[in-house]
């Protein structure tokens, strides 16, 4: 298993042709306290760059954009009782989704972690 970053601070653990898809640790610190996580629906597909799903936080409503391009498989459903678990184990516990990769390749136009610390320091 792999994981990329987006400049959007998405990240993306891959594992052959599937995906797994959250915020960064940076991107929750930036938006505080997360208070409500809108999820995609299961089967819709998006192309990378566009907005998959919603986060707000007490001070803000943040977007969250696809890294690759694909279909969502399944979506973390204890985010929608505690969304919290974003701040608490973004990298973890918190994931947004699963999703099928429909071009690999892509995964090539994402960060690994040694560019993605350059980008947010």
């Known amino acids: 298993m792999s994981r990329k970053y987006s400049?959007?601070?998405?990240w993306i653990q891959t594992?052959?042709?599937?995906?797994?898809?959250?915020?960064?640790?940076h991107a929750q610190n930036t938006l505080g306290d997360i208070v409500f996580v809108e999820l995609p629906k299961?089967?819709?597909?998006?192309?990378?760059?566009?907005?998959?799903?919603?986060?707000?936080?007490?001070?803000?409503?943040a977007d969250v954009f696809m890294p690759v391009s694909g279909e969502i498989t399944?979506?973390?459903i204890a985010l929608i009782e505690d969304p919290s678990l974003v701040n608490s184990d973004p990298m973890g516990a918190g994931w947004f989704f699963k999703v099928k990769l429909a071009d690999k390749a892509q995964l090539d136009s994402l960060m690994d972690e040694t560019s993605y610390n350059k980008l947010i320091d």
């Open 15 to 25: 594992n052959d042709a599937d995906g797994i898809v959250g915020i960064t640790q």
């Open 42 to 61: 299961i089967g819709n597909i998006f192309k990378q760059g566009e907005v998959v799903c919603v986060v707000e936080s007490v001070k803000t409503a």
């Open 7 to 10: 400049q959007e601070h998405q």
């Open 74 to 76: 399944e979506v973390n």
